[in-house]
């Protein structure tokens, strides 16, 4: 639901920006809209909507994943013993 409410969104934002661009200055006093313009505005808008979706749903996905993975082991943290082994090679290397 927020995927499509953000894509949504962003595909307003972009269509509306690039709005303006497709009106080109006519001999006369007039303006007339490019309808090839509009319709590449358009679609680049749609696309840039469903990509922004597609991302926002995938972060969402991944923050609850690791939400999920964080509550697995009931909030117990353990450190792997060669890190409190005073005798460790990496403790050596690294001062």
Same mark, same amino acid.
Do not use: E, F
């Given at each position: 639901m927020l995927g499509a409410l953000v894509g949504g969104?962003?595909?307003?934002? &972009?269509? &509306?920006?690039g709005a303006g661009s497709c009106v080109a200055p006519a !001999? =006369?006093?007039s303006f007339a809209d490019d309808p090839v313009?509009?319709? !590449? @505005? $358009?679609t680049l808008? !749609?696309? @840039? =909507? %469903? %990509?922004?979706?597609?991302v926002t749903a995938l972060m969402v996905l991944t923050m609850v =994943?690791?939400?999920? !993975?964080a509550d697995q082991d009931g909030g117990r943290r353990? $450190?792997?013993a060669?890190?409190?082994?005073? $005798?460790s090679s990496?403790? $050596?290397t690294a001062r």
């Open positions: 969104a962003v595909s307003a934002a &972009a269509a &509306a920006s !001999l =006369g006093p313009c509009d319709q !590449l @505005v $358009r808008a !749609l696309r @840039v =909507g %469903l %990509l922004s979706a597609l =994943g690791l939400a999920r !993975l353990t $450190r792997p060669r890190w409190s082994d005073p $005798r990496s403790r $050596r």
